[in-house]
Structures are given as structure tokens and as C-alpha cells.
């Protein structure tokens, strides 16, 4: 066995014990398929919308989520009905996650009127309030105090759940992320701030941006906190079963750090050559990849068969590949479209009291 | 009718507004135990309780993003910033999140949330204190903003923006807050975007917004008994959306316009109202439009000299003069 292989052997034999863990032994054959066949999802999802950034189909910035999908697919498939997703840019994985199908996605992207916000967002502005969705935010940490409100809208109706606020390791460094870390702590908020730690904000890395460790800066705060591998599915999900346990049942916020890692620069746009080693890249690839990791876990328990693995990646391909179409063929919107969605008393002129002039030339 | 103070009047507005809808909720720097650092607030917590009226940290990025995804899950938060200059450490959450959430998200989201406070100088608290940002945040779309001017005005205007389903930006006065004016105990409200005619006038129109509009009619009251000079008195009330019918009929009446705002006169809400009357009311128009607006530099501490720094009855007068000569 070589060495890498082992190292997958290696991890795959401490995983047994995250799959013994309640919140994963009690998932059925069909449970544990969803959760690698989302996985797959998302990264032929991104795949695709790759090749439709390089056939300038898509504008803009595309931030690939490739190599972390063990975190937004774990994460999500804990939510329950009072629970809220919020996250930054690299939202597409959050996005599949909580139950958004590929077509309106692709379609944002392609900038069409069928895309989830009608073309108004972009890759990094997904959002679906019907799932407990609320983006997709540009702006690095700033979606964080809007997680903490979240939470604060969870605890004021009275409502058992909890909102998990994502971020990357570049954001905990804004003051805004600090400001919302000391409210949740003094308030008791229902929120799990979740740091998916991969190594480098944008091309600087974790170490010649953030003095000391990360998920610890909650002691500061008084505020619980966790670390854990976001490689495996299994323990991402246990982790984050215990810190959702105690925001839904105690009110009681933590921070967690879920070390992964992008294969891909920070946006398509980054040439990926001046920060990191290709070397550095294929290592994850080869021992830590979270679809292999899941998949021969779920090989070994004897859920997934070769052929079962074949169609799923089958499967996910041509419905990206679907998606592509539908975004495609769909219409832009139009510029009558540009001034909609701006004010909700204009949405609904039903309902509206305001007098005078809202919008100007 | 009693006469209350516009602090009252807004404290007036709050409560009812409390009381109404229990998802109206207060929060703020020292809005709850302290009773207010301006005393708008108080009393509200006794009546209230702490989950409706609750003390924020120092911390204006932290509590109204917190805010503003509340209020994405339904709560309706009406926040204090102790002054509207401490915005700037929030702009962000502000003018990124609040005012394109709804955009970015195709529709799918609103923010009912208020944000409100004095916005003033002449205090005398110099520059980092005395922010007019109505036409920044104004420059915003998907933001509205609001700037009453009297009790009766801050009070019908503030109901109507916390029943607002978009974000809206108060913009009060300290100087104001003393001012007592009549207030109807009956409930009442004041539509966002509809412009009030504070005094009647045939020679000049004088456009307002904010305290300007309350120097604004002590200088047309010294024009009238030194100058014959009859001047009309136009109060925006509300920035954005703003009511350019009012402004026009005015215009067409008087043919002299002196525009008038505490903002500063680059890209001040003056600067789009002159385009405004301009391009609609060209023909009606007997002298160009003159504007008096805070001395261009930040604001100064020296109280004689700040005082001179803003649109004072005195400025206002002599620029109505040589707009009449």
C-alpha cells in the first residue's frame, strides 16, 4: 500500500467512528446515498459551470466550492424546519444543499429571468427563503451579523431552531464577524457561526493572515467552540449535530472550524500559481477529496456499489448538463426589469401608501 | 390640541406602534435602562419590558446587521444609532445588505426595518458628530428616507415608516427634539414621499428639508416684515421617495426658487432637486435656482462659527435677497 493510499486507510478507519455515531448510524441506506449523490451534485454542478465561465456564458466572478462539499452537504442535511442557512460568496454548495434544483442556479448565473433571483444576483447572490435560504452575500463576513439575526428572529418568535452562519477563514478577521460573535455570546442566540477554514483567504494563507487559532478566538466571548475535519461527511455531520443540539435546545451559540480545502483558485479569475504548490493541491485530492472519502466509506459499509457509483455521476452530469440547456434557452430579463425588485411597496402596488417619486433619472 | 415635544411625538409613535404590532422591536445604545441618550425612548422599557426595548453594545455594524436579518424572518426593528454619523461604521450592513438584499434576491426578500436618529450639526459636537447622510443613504436605491421637521410631522412619519415593508432611514434632530408644536391625541399618518406646504407665499418658493425648513421660516417670516417679501415654505418631509409635484406647483407660482439644506452642497439632495426643477419647470423659472447649503468643509467646532457654517435664518435672507434683486 502506498503511502498516500494509506493515509486514505487511515482516515476511513477513525471515520468508524463517526459513523457510529447517532445522528449518522441512524441514517438508512437511502439517507447515505442522498447525502454522496448531493455531493456529486454540486461538484458536477460546478464542473459545468466552469465550462460555461470559459464559454463566457457566465459574467462576472464564479467562486468554485469544488473539494469543500463535505461541509455545506453535512451542514444542510441537519436542518430542520426553524433552522437558517446564511452564507458568503462561495454559495453554490449551500445552495444544493438545502434543496435548490440546478435550473434557476445555472440560469442566475447565465444571467436569465429563470435564474433564482431573476438575474439580478449572480453566482455569488443565491437565495431561497422557501428553503431557509438567505444567501449568498459579496461582501466578505458581512452576512455574519445578519446570521446573528437570524438567530434573533428564531429566539424572539419563540421557535426551536437555529441559524448557521458560514463564513471563510478570511472573514475572521472583519470587525463585523467580532461584533456579531459578541452578541450571540450576550444574547444567547441560536447560531453556529461555521468557519470553513481552506487554507487561504483568497491568496493569502491562514498563516500570514490570522494570529492564532481560529475557532478558539471564541473563548474571548465566553462562546463554545469546535474544531473538526471537514473531509468526512460523517464527522461534519456529528460535529455539527452537537453544536445545532445546543442552539435549538439551550440557546447557546458556538464558533467551529471546519478544515477543507478548494482545489480551485479563489474565483475562476485567480491564476492559482503564485500562492500554493500544484503538489500541495493533488495531496488533497488524493487523500482528502470528499466525495472519494464518502464514497469509500460508503463502498466499504456496502451501500454503494461501482455500479451505483457510476450512475449517480451519470446522473448528476446530464442533469448539470440539463441545467446548462435550460439556462441557455432562457430569456433575459428585460430593462423594464431592472427597476423590479428594488422596493417591496412597488412590488405590490396593492398595498401601497408612499406618495411621490421612487425612482429618478 | 396638546402641544408635545417632537421627542415626545416620536416617543408617542413608538409606543403606539409597540403596542400595535408585537414584532415592533426597540433596540439601540442606551435606549432601554438609560432611558434614552437623547430621553426619546423613555419610559418604553418600563411599559415595554426588555424583549421589546433592548440595550445594544457599542457596536452599530454588529447590531443593525443583526437587525436587518431579523427583520428578513419578519421582526420589524426600529433602531436608534445615537447619532446617524455613527452610520458610517455600518455602512455596510446598511447600504450593502439592507438596500440590495431584496434586489440580489429577486424579490424574494424584504427588510421592514428603521433605522432612526438625530442628524445634525449646530451642536457644536464637531465633525465626526454632525453627519447630514440623507443624501447619501438617499443615493441608495431601495432605501428610503425620512426628514421631519416638526412633532406633528415626526410622528405621522415615523408610524408610516415602521409599517413600511422596505428599509427606511429617520432622520431626526437634536435641536429639534425641545420644539413643541401641536400633536392630535387621535391616531394619525403620514404618508412617506408627500411634501408639506409649511407657509404660503407668491414671490419665492424656499424647498426644505430637516431643521432648514424651521430657519427657513423665520427668514421668510424677517422677509415678509422687513422686505414685503412673500415667501412660500415647501418641506420635503420625506427625501426619498419625494414628492416633485409640490415642489413644481410652488415653482409655477412663484418663478424663484432658493433651495435650502444642512447636507453640503456637492451632490447634497439639492443638487438633484435643481435638476429636477430645471428640467420640468424651465419655462417657469424667472431667475436660476440659488441654494444655500452648509459651508463646504467638514463641520466646525467653534459654536459662533458652526452656527455661521449651517443655513441660518441670516444666510437664508440674504440669499433670498439677491435671488429677488
Known amino acids: 500500500m502506498s503511502k498516500k493510499q494509506s493515509a486514505i486507510a487511515d482516515k476511513s478507519a477513525s471515520t468508524t467512528d463517526f459513523s457510529k455515531a447517532p445522528i449518522n448510524a441512524s441514517l438508512n441506506r437511502e439517507q447515505k446515498i442522498d447525502l454522496y449523490r448531493t455531493m456529486v451534485r454540486v461538484r458536477r454542478f460546478e464542473e459545468r459551470s466552469l465550462r460555461a465561465y470559459q464559454a463566457k456564458k457566465i459574467g462576472g466572478f464564479l467562486h468554485l466550492y469544488i473539494g469543500q462539499e463535505a461541509v455545506a452537504i453535512g451542514c444542510c442535511s441537519l436542518m430542520g424546519k426553524n433552522d437558517h442557512v446564511i452564507t458568503a460568496y462561495r454559495d453554490h454548495g449551500h445552495a444544493i444543499g438545502v434543496g435548490m434544483p440546478m435550473n434557476p442556479l445555472m440560469a442566475e448565473m447565465y444571467g436569465k429571468a429563470t435564474g433564482c433571483s431573476k438575474g439580478k444576483g449572480g453566482s455569488m447572490h443565491f437565495f431561497d427563503p422557501s428553503r431557509n ?53 450576550l444574547w444567547n442566540l441560536p447560531v453556529i457561526y461555521v468557519i470553513e477554514n481552506n487554507g487561504y483567504s483568497m491568496g493569502t494563507s491562514q498563516q500570514r493572515s490570522s494570529a492564532g487559532s481560529l475557532a478558539k478566538r471564541a473563548e474571548g466571548y465566553d462562546m463554545n467552540w469546535s474544531e473538526c475535519d471537514g473531509s468526512n461527511i460523517y464527522e461534519v455531520r456529528e460535529t455539527m449535530n452537537r453544536l445545532l443540539t445546543l442552539a435549538r435546545e ?96 412597488e412590488d405590490h402596488p396593492e398595498h401601497k401608501t408612499s406618495q411621490g417619486r421612487i425612482f429618478f433619472e | 390640541m396638546p402641544l408635545i415635544t417632537y421627542r415626545e411625538a416620536i416617543r408617542h409613535a413608538l409606543a403606539e406602534e409597540l403596542s400595535r404590532d408585537p414584532n415592533v422591536v426597540v433596540m439601540g445604545e442606551e435606549v432601554a435602562q438609560f432611558n434614552g441618550a437623547y430621553k426619546v425612548t423613555e419610559g418604553l422599557l418600563e411599559k415595554f419590558g426588555p424583549n421589546r426595548i433592548v440595550d445594544t453594545p457599542i457596536s452599530e455594524a454588529g447590531f443593525i446587521g443583526m437587525g436587518i436579518g431579523a427583520s428578513m424572518l419578519g421582526v420589524r426593528p426600529v433602531i436608534e444609532l445615537m447619532f446617524w454619523s455613527f452610520y458610517s461604521v455600518a455602512f455596510d450592513q446598511i447600504l450593502n445588505n439592507a438596500a440590495n438584499v431584496r434586489y440580489m434576491s429577486g424579490g424574494l426578500i424584504n427588510c421592514p426595518i ?212
Not at chain 1, 459499509?301 to 448539470?320: Q, W
Not at chain 2, 441660518?312 to 435672507?317: A, E, F, G
Open chain 1, 133 to 185: 435560504y438567505w444567501g449568498g452575500h459579496g461582501i466578505v463576513g458581512g452576512q455574519i451579523p445578519l446570521g446573528a439575526g437570524l438567530a434573533y428572529g428564531i429566539k424572539y418568535k419563540g421557535l426551536k431552531g437555529a441559524a448557521m452562519a458560514f463564513m471563510g477563514d478570511g472573514a475572521v478577521n472583519q470587525g463585523a464577524v467580532h461584533e456579531a460573535y459578541n452578541l450571540a455570546s
Open chain 2, 114 to 325: 428603521v433605522i432612526r436618529g438625530p442628524a445634525n450639526g449646530g451642536t457644536n459636537v464637531g465633525a465626526t458628530h454632525s453627519h447630514t447622510p440623507e443624501n447619501i443613504c438617499a443615493n441608495h436605491p431601495g432605501i428610503k428616507v425620512v426628514c421631519p421637521a416638526t412633532a406633528y410631522d415626526a410622528k405621522g412619519l415615523l408610524k408610516s415608516a415602521i409599517r413600511d415593508n422596505d428599509p427606511v432611514m429617520f432622520m431626526e434632530n437634536t435641536i429639534l427634539y425641545g420644539d413643541k408644536w401641536e400633536v392630535p391625541e387621535e391616531e394619525y399618518l403620514i404618508p412617506l414621499g408627500k411634501a408639506d406646504v409649511k407657509r404660503v407665499g407668491k414671490d419665492l418658493t424656499i424647498v426644505a428639508h430637516g431643521r432648514a425648513v424651521i430657519s427657513s421660516l423665520a427668514a421668510a417670516q424677517q422677509l415678509e416684515r422687513e422686505h414685503d417679501i412673500s415667501v412660500e415654505v415647501v418641506d420635503l418631509r420625506t427625501i426619498r421617495p419625494l414628492d416633485e409635484e409640490t415642489i413644481l406647483e410652488s415653482v409655477r407660482k412663484t418663478h424663484r426658487v432658493l433651495l435650502v439644506e444642512e447636507n453640503k452642497p456637492f451632490c447634497g439632495v439639492d443638487a438633484q432637486i435643481a435638476y429636477m426643477i430645471q428640467e420640468k419647470a424651465f419655462d417657469d423659472l424667472d431667475a436660476p435656482i440659488k441654494r444655500v447649503s452648509a459651508i463646504d468643509a467638514p463641520a466646525i467646532y467653534s459654536p459662533p462659527m458652526e452656527a455661521e457654517q449651517l443655513p441660518n435664518p441670516q444666510r437664508i435672507l440674504k440669499a433670498a435677497i439677491e435671488l429677488l434683486r
Open chain 1, 250 to 345: 439551550q440557546c447557546k451559540p458556538s464558533v467551529v472550524e471546519i478544515k477543507t480545502y478548494r482545489y480551485r483558485g479563489h474565483s475562476v479569475a485567480d491564476p492559482d500559481n503564485t500562492y500554493r504548490s500544484k503538489t500541495e493541491i493533488e495531496e488533497y485530492r488524493k487523500t482528502k477529496d470528499p466525495i472519494s472519502v464518502f464514497q469509500k466509506i460508503l463502498h466499504d459499509e456496502g451501500v454503494l456499489t461501482d455500479a451505483l457509483i457510476e450512475s449517480i455521476d451519470t446522473e448528476a452530469r446530464a442533469e448539470a448538463d440539463a441545467a446548462a440547456d435550460f439556462a441557455e434557452q432562457s430569456p433575459y430579463p428585460t430593462v423594464e426589469d431592472i427597476s423590479k425588485d428594488v422596493y417591496w411597496e
